[in-house]
């Protein structure tokens, strides 16, 4: 086997990769699939283990998807993400990205799912974050899916950033800051001795709205002159 043979699957994949990370589409699953997967992989990992490892795992797994009625709810929220997330890279894979039908659709998925996410931290014990991370989420997606580009927003100044892509943002901002409170909480636990899984968490969170940031920088200016300008920040 040459190195061709090795190095030619290896360049496929780094262009699919780039061909998924060409909208906000790839971003957004980029981090809902790092923070399902870490999350997953750290539930796994403090299973506490008995005599049959096997059935440990296996209730690890259950118990991270469908342990509660609030884990069930963030479980199918995951999933309207995806599908946002897949909508809106198929309104970017095309010449003429992006398609004002396709990232509509994927804006009223996100809404559905912001909604699903409002739900789930709810029943997680979460109301602040239901109301920022769900709620004005929510607002927000569902504001870019009705509201056509171009058209004047009662009291708002046209020089000012789109309200509705400014709500998603701003909604992330309190989420942001709570991880980044727990992150400070848990260096100490791990700089004495404690697992580290207590600081993975965090930094994946953070990590994922990053990503989600991003995606959302990328919305800003569709269907007006400026997203040439601001696609390529």
Known sequence: MDARTILLPIAHLVSALRARMKGPGGYYNSGNALGLIVGLAIQIA?????LHEGSSVTMAVIEYFAGSHGTVALTLTTLVFFWGG?????AWAR?????PA???LGDFLSGLGAIGLGIALLLLGDPLLAATSGLLHALGKFGSTFHRPGTPIPMWPAAWPDPFRSAVLASRLPAMLATTVALGRALPEVWSGGSFA????????LGC????TKAD??????GTKAIRQISTC
């Open 198 to 205: 207590a600081l993975a968490m965090p930094l994946t969170l």
């Open 46 to 50: 403090t299973a506490p283990v008995g």
């Open 102 to 104: 396709l990232n509509r």
């Open 217 to 222: 920088l990328l919305l800003f200016g569709v």
């Open 209 to 212: 709205y990053l990503l989600w």
């Open 86 to 90: 897949e909508a809106y890279h198929r």
């Open 95 to 99: 010449p003429d990205a992006p398609d």
